[in-house]
């Protein structure tokens, strides 16, 4: 099958089908068809009846035993989705606890070409686009009249990125891990500490639903938020 303008690697262990469900549930309705592939990485056992009919578009992986690293987990779905589907012009990491407004990709894909374009300009540098505001976003610079917010670091609930821009600085430390050392943290700071920068959009086009940090502790103010976007958090 030849690749869609995205290829999107979904990592999941199945810990919490419900927030899995949904974010599925929003990615098949809220993107178009013809504009995405899926590969879905699931870490240890999971058992989860697929409500929609992907067709062709998605390719599962099932790890036996788990292997708990989130940044090889990654760097194996996209591997295995160039494979299998080929290379689209977007790469776009997803985690299963997100819920995903309609045109999220357009618009994502839209303003990452646009701060492309600007060339030497902080926006122009951007490598990485995430979706929504993370709690443990430092610090945040608003450029003026931008709908990208620059940060010192973009959770991985979401990365966007080109497959050029994965040929420069992937794949994913696998050996990263922690707050402030995790595979996201230190893909984001590599590419900072060589001259680019990374950020969020905002208006955010996605809500992350898991109210815990990367250590599972309660992410601070994050069940009000979902509350008042009224999406499914756990």
């Known amino acids: 099958m030849k690749s869609a303008n995205t290829n999107i690697i979904l ?3 199945g810990s919490r089908p419900r927030l899995l469900a949904q974010t599925l549930r929003t990615l098949y309705v809220n993107t178009p068809a013809d504009q995405y592939t899926l590969t ?4 240890g056992h999971i058992e989860f009846p697929f409500e929609q009919d992907w067709g062709e578009r998605i390719s599962v ?3 036996r035993p788990p292997c708990n690293i989130v940044g090889r987990l990654k760097n194996l779905g996209a591997y295995w989705s160039e494979k299998q589907f080929g290379r689209g012009e977007w790469l776009c990491f997803l985690d299963d606890d997100i819920a995903l407004f309609p045109g999220w ?4 894909t839209a303003v990452l070409s646009a701060c492309h374009a600007e060339g030497r300009t902080e926006a122009g540098r951007v490598r990485i686009l995430g979706g929504v505001r993370h709690p443990y976003h430092g610090v945040n ?4 009249n931008h709908p990208v917010v620059i940060t010192d670091a973009v959770a991985g609930y979401c990365h966007l990125m080109r497959w050029t821009q994965w040929e420069r600085w992937g794949p994913y430390d696998a050996h990263a891990k922690g707050t402030g050392q995790s595979e996201d943290w230190k893909i984001c700071r590599d590419i900072v500490d060589y001259g680019g920068t990374v950020g969020y959009i905002h208006p955010p086009v996605m809500a992350h639903c898991g109210v815990t940090d990367s250590l599972g502790r309660p992410a601070i103010g994050m069940a009000t938020i979902q509350r008042k976007l009224g ?3 756990e």
């Open 40 to 43: 879905m990485v699931t870490d």
């Open 61 to 63: 992986i099932g790890m």
């Open 231 to 233: 999406v499914l958090y």
């Open 105 to 108: 990709l357009e618009k994502m």
């Open 11 to 13: 990592i999941t262990n």
């Open 141 to 144: 610079r608003t450029l003026e």
